[in-house]
């Protein structure tokens, strides 16, 4: 009674944990989705002005070049908790049970451990760039804050990924609970029957309109 208790406690604490990671990471993926949006607009402003009117936007190439980062990592952690992460799962999908959990956790280990050392190299990076007062040559835009990005992204991708070792470990000691903080990795058929599924279901919704008027008719 006591262990079903404490698993139960284990499991509420973990997906509350999980669900408050997820706001977190969804104002990352927001903010990395604003910076796309600026960044269209400011490359469709310099290659408008350039071409009509033969005025470039002044600096443009070098913010563009300090703004890729935000939305090349900020939304990190949100594609890994979504499961959008390329993965060789060739051996993976024919693995079930507690042999299927020790793989994936195994895995997250490594990752957990590479991007340990990525966030460590990162940050020595961005402070030596603030030291250095490093800047772009044509704006002189400073580039630390570019490279302060990487290291506070990946903190943010290094939670997930320990959020999710402890759900792939709590699934190898209880095989038959839910799955929970962990990603939800789709097979090839199960994406394909989704697919089919929502091409029916938009079919059936058009079929539906179509036949309203006919049938007021």
């Not at 910076?35 to 443009?60: K, Q």
């Amino acid at each position: 009674m006591a262990d079903s208790t404490s698993s139960e406690h284990s499991g509420s604490l973990l997906l509350t944990i999980d669900r408050q990671l997820g706001r977190l990471e969804n104002l990352f993926n927001d903010i990395g989705g604003v910076f796309i949006f600026a960044l269209m607009w400011l490359t469709m402003a310099e290659v408008l002005g350039r071409r009509l009117f033969n005025a470039p936007v002044p600096g443009a190439i070098d913010y563009i070049e300090v703004g890729m980062a935000a939305f090349a990592f900020m939304g990190a952690a949100y594609c890994q908790r979504l499961g959008g992460h390329v993965r060789m799962d060739l051996l993976v999908t024919n693995l079930r049970g507690r042999i299927l959990w020790f793989v994936e956790a195994l895995a997250i280990l490594v990752a957990v451990v590479y991007i340990a050392i990525i966030i460590w190299a990162s940050a020595q990076d961005a402070w030596r760039s603030f030291d250095l007062g490093d800047e772009t040559l044509d704006a002189h835009v400073p580039v630390w804050p570019s490279k302060l990005i990487v290291p506070v992204a990946m903190a943010l991708l290094e939670l997930r990924l320990l959020v999710n070792l402890w759900g792939y470990l709590r699934l190898l000691v209880l095989p038959n609970a839910d799955p929970w903080a962990v990603p939800r990795i789709m097979h090839v058929e199960d994406v394909a029957q989704e697919q089919i599924r929502d091409v029916l279901g938009k079919i059936d919704i058009k079929t539906d309109r179509d036949s309203g008027p006919t049938a007021g008719r």
